[in-house]
């Protein structure tokens, strides 16, 4: 039929240019962003499983910092608690020193002298012993608790091993000093006792820091692996992408060149009036 009014040829001819026209949008818009899925209009179940595996990823990296907390507070005490060993070491070097009968006074005295700047120096580190506000050998905390999974609901503890003068670790006393070789004797055996125990104490503060360093190289390959698999679910596969773009581009043109006949098919019934 021809008429001036309806021209189903235009329609149809309209319909398939503008269908061309929202997958050229979309196609346009995938390449823009490199996601085939950049909302949930595009795809509402798989934008929420990304989501949520996107935020278990910010989950990881909130773990991962406080790993790297944990780490840090660690080496702090590590260095700190080798320096004590060693210088209880040098200590019970004086106190054997003086514990020889045979050493004049003034002898004694000068390796008494000694023996208290050492004494000294390890009430120094322990209280320099801090990462972040956090002292793990000066008995001011009971433990330090890093996040081990991205919910919070599992966690690491380290405990603390209080180093202090006068403790249950280091039992020598903040005054503890010798003037006869009987002293200096006592003052040895008690120096071995806390020597032993310094070093227990390192071998477990020790341990924790390999847990954690452990705990934290798994956080980064399990974190990788999630953002591997938000990548997989919403990344466009961008080859696909740019030769699906060029399809359109002609099938746009086609369109709009199968419109334009289609329009101009009206203009037949003119040649009915002549």
């Known amino acids: 039929m021809n008429s001036v009014n309806t021209n189903p040829g235009a329609m149809i001819a309209l319909q398939n240019l503008n269908k061309s026209n929202m997958e050229l949008q979309q196609v346009q818009n995938r ?50 608690g080798e ?18 009968t045979s050493l004049d006074t003034a002898s004694r005295s000068a390796l008494n002298e000694d023996f208290m700047a050492l004494r000294d120096q390890i009430s120094t580190i322990v209280d320099n012993a801090e990462f972040n506000g956090i002292n793990l050998i000066d008995g001011s905390t009971d433990a330090f608790v890093a996040l081990a999974n991205q919910d919070g609901s599992n966690t690491i503890t380290v405990a603390s091993e209080d180093m202090s003068l006068s403790g249950s670790i280091v039992t020598i006393g903040a005054a503890a000093s010798f003037s006869t070789a009987s002293q200096a004797s006592g003052v040895a055996s008690q120096i071995a006792t806390s020597l032993d125990a310094v070093n227990e104490a390192l071998a477990r503060l020790g341990t924790k820091s390999k847990a954690l360093e452990i705990h934290s190289t798994f956080v980064a390959k399990l974190s990788d692996t999630l953002e591997k698999g938000i990548g997989n679910l919403v990344d ?39």
């Not at 320096?83 to 020889?100: G, N, R, V, Y």
Request: no cysteine; charged share 20%.
């Open 31 to 80: 390449i823009n962003t490199g996601l085939e899925v950049a909302n949930a209009k595009d795809n509402g179940g798989i934008f929420a499983i990304a989501q949520r595996m996107r935020a278990e990823v910010a989950g990881y990296g909130v773990v991962q910092q406080s790993l790297d907390r944990g780490n840090a507070t660690l080496d702090v005490s590590l260095a700190a």
């Open 236 to 274: 466009a596969d961008m080859a696909k992408e740019s030769a699906k773009l060029q399809s359109l581009q002609v099938k746009q043109q086609l369109g709009i060149q199968a419109l334009s006949i289609a329009n101009a098919a009206p203009q037949s019934v003119l040649s009915f009036f002549r």
């Open 83 to 100: 320096a004590i060993s060693d210088l209880l070491i040098e200590m019970k070097e004086k106190a054997l020193a003086a514990a020889d």
